[in-house]
């Protein structure tokens, strides 16, 4: 199923390059390929260890930059952010989510809600077809709750 993802993932990605006249490099295809094999948010830093630590491919930064821009224009990438970080994630294939996000401590939670889901597909938007959408929801992890309560008694 996973590798059913990627081959589709590839497709669309060699698709997109040629519509829009860009190489198909070796490296485009090693990021993409390192991304599906990531489940949830990462960011740069957190890619740039995965493609040199568990896949042994070296890449720059800024072509791991560049690379993330195409993937988002290809609609395979999708960027969040959260606070001061942009944090990434796949999109092909992913499943609907809802994001909780820690004021204190930055962590970020991800949770599904049917009911959510289903109040928002059935509502109307007057001259406008939603494709995807995110959520975001701000306040305090218990871990953070707990430390404001034993720092105020």
Same mark, same amino acid.
């Given at each position: 199923?996973?590798?059913?993802?990627?081959?589709?993932?590839?497709?669309?990605?060699?698709?997109?390059?040629?519509?829009?006249?860009?190489?198909?490099?070796?490296?485009?295809?090693?990021?993409?390929?390192?991304?599906?094999?990531?489940?949830?948010?990462?960011?740069?830093?957190?890619?740039?260890?995965?493609?040199?630590?568990?896949?042994?491919?070296?890449?720059?930064?800024?072509?791991?930059?560049?690379?993330?821009?195409?993937?988002?224009?290809?609609?395979?990438?999708?960027?969040?952010?959260?606070?001061?970080?942009?944090?990434?994630?796949?999109?092909?294939?992913?499943?609907?989510?809802?994001?909780?996000?820690?004021?204190?401590?930055?962590?970020?939670?991800?949770?599904?809600?049917?009911?959510?889901?289903?109040?928002?597909?059935?509502?109307?938007?007057?001259?406008?077809?939603?494709?995807? =959408?995110?959520?975001?929801? =701000?306040?305090?992890?218990?871990?953070?709750?707990?430390?404001?309560?034993?720092?105020?008694?």
């Amino acid at each position: 199923m996973e590798e059913d993802i990627r081959d589709k993932a590839k497709q669309i990605l060699t698709e997109y390059l040629q519509k829009n006249g860009h190489r198909k490099t070796p490296e485009r295809y090693a990021i993409l390929d390192t991304i599906y094999t990531i489940k949830g948010h990462f960011d740069i830093d957190e890619l740039y260890y995965h493609m040199a630590e568990k896949e042994k491919f070296r890449v720059s930064r800024a072509t791991l930059y560049n690379t993330i821009i195409l993937l988002i224009d290809a609609g395979l990438v999708i960027k969040h952010q959260f606070g001061n970080t942009s944090q990434y994630e796949r999109s092909y294939n992913n499943e609907t989510h809802h994001h909780m996000i820690c004021t204190s401590c930055g962590k970020v939670s991800e949770f599904e809600d049917e009911a959510l889901k289903q109040v928002i597909a059935q509502t109307r938007m007057k001259g406008f077809h939603a494709q995807h =959408y995110s959520l975001y929801i =701000y306040g305090l992890c218990s871990k953070c709750m707990g430390a404001r309560r034993k720092k105020s008694k």
